[in-house]
């Protein structure tokens, strides 16, 4: 099973988003699965401009030349796609919102595409990090999460929100990254997730 893996975060490799996010792959990693990993803030991808020349003129491609193909690329193939991110001012990073906004390129408008006709869609998972340590500050991107899945036409498998990030790994935080680390083997198992680790990662530690 292959995990690709957007992180979002200015930090890239070397930020918090990133602690948590390993804990999910390495999961997966321990079940076999091929994980690639892209940091955002290592490429360029610009601003969608708006021009929809990706649904007109040049069908499924976008005009800007930068690093979205390479990020594309990584996504091919997978059965899985993990956005991670810091939070920022409620909502996901820039660099995050950029490049979704930049996945019109792919599919058209994705209001009007068919609903799949046969085989479940395929999973999206969700892993965030916060400075702050209140649970509440995740949930309008929660809510946007859900709905963007759903726009998507994936399943929401996962949300993992991590409060107080700032100063991982923290001890206290050892036993929530376990869930998420088993939430990571399940995933690449292609097992469900249980009600509870659900719960527990949407709420953090
Ligand atoms: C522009 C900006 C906005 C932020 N907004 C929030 C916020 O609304 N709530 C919060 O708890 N932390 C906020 N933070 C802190 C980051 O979410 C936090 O430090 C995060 O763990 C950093 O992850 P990183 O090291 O992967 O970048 C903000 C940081 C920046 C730079």
């Given at each position: 099973m292959k995990f690709a893996a957007i992180n979002g975060s200015p930090?890239?490799?070397?930020?918090?988003?990133?602690?948590?996010?390993e804990a999910f792959l390495e999961g997966c990693r321990e079940e076999g699965a091929q994980?690639?990993?892209?940091q955002l803030a290592e490429l360029q991808?610009?601003?969608?401009?708006?021009c929809h020349s990706c649904w007109t003129s040049s069908p499924g491609k976008c005009v800007i030349e930068d690093d979205l193909p390479q990020v594309l690329e990584s996504l091919e193939g997978a059965d899985f796609v993990v956005l991670a991110s810091p939070l920022h001012f409620l909502q996901v990073s820039g660099?995050?919102?950029v490049f979704i906004d930049r996945l019109t390129s792919t599919g058209g408008n994705p209001h009007n595409r068919p609903a799949e006709a046969k085989g479940p869609p395929p999973r999206m998972a969700v892993v965030m990090s916060a400075g702050f340590p209140r649970p509440e500050q995740f949930r309008a991107t929660s809510v946007w999460m859900e709905d963007l899945a759903a726009l998507l036409g994936r399943e929401l498998w996962m949300e993992a929100y991590a409060g107080g990030a700032r100063r991982l790994p923290l001890p206290e935080a050892q036993p929530w990254l376990g869930i998420l680390r088993d939430a990571g083997r399940r995933a690449a198992r292609g097992s469900s997730l249980p009600a509870e680790a659900r719960h527990a990662l949407k709420a953090g530690f």
């Open positions: 930090h890239g490799s070397a930020g918090s988003t990133q602690v948590v996010l994980v690639v990993t892209v991808v610009g601003l969608c401009r708006a660099n995050l919102k």
